[in-house]
């Protein structure tokens, strides 16, 4: 049990990656406060689980932050581990083709978010004498390419804010480290490809070595060895599970 008497919050936990991170974070012992704008999907998976409660909130919000970290408190008592894996893209389309509306919704989920968890949760870990953030980046903020521009910096921007974050929390025995996955069987898939159709899913497991998309399962392994006690000196570290896609 890896996780024994652990407890982490982990957003976007109803579904696709997330939820697999619950599974396993769930399976090896700790206990998980599963936030996702989808409710009551959230709140099957914690019933299904047993060991984890829900709610709904938008982590480009501030109090909604401050509800969540209440929420888990009061739920678990403590947080030790903080999985930022809720995003959201655009479509795969040219860059000027974005709008203004959708620029600023991917910057508010993908990026607001890591500025509002460390507001509210770095306090916590202090008064605990530590802890530690997962982000869930992508392998587009290391090898961008056409189509998702905006997305694409806004992973960027994750992976340059988290690793700094890990050289400034350091000293608080707080860690931070950044999954980079590639495209997986998610409910985002369609959407980073622009259509989900067979010779759309050909072209993308063309450009990954190991011949296939990425599974919320192999996620989760990352998660939990990153969360675990057996990562206590790994900071900063970009993890790409990506079946070589970033070689």
Known sequence: MRLKDKVAIVTGGAQ???????????????????VDVKEDAAKAVAARIGSASAMRADVSKDADWGEIVANTLRSFGRIDCVVN??????????????????????????????????????PVFRKHGGGNFVQIASTAGVRPRPGLTWYNGSKGAVIVTSRSMAAELAKDKIRVNIINPVAGETPLLATFMGEDTPEKRAQFRATIPLGRLSTPLDIANAALFLASDEAEFITGACIEVDGGRCV
């Open 85 to 122: 894996n809720a995003g959201v893209s655009h479509r795969n389309q040219p860059m000027l083709d974005v709008d203004e509306a959708e620029f600023d919704r991917v910057y508010a989920v993908n990026v607001k978010s890591i500025y509002l968890s460390a507001r509210h949760c770095v």
């Open 16 to 34: 696709g990656f997330g939820l697999g991170i619950v599974e396993r974070f769930a399976a090896e012992g700790a206990k998980v406060m599963i």
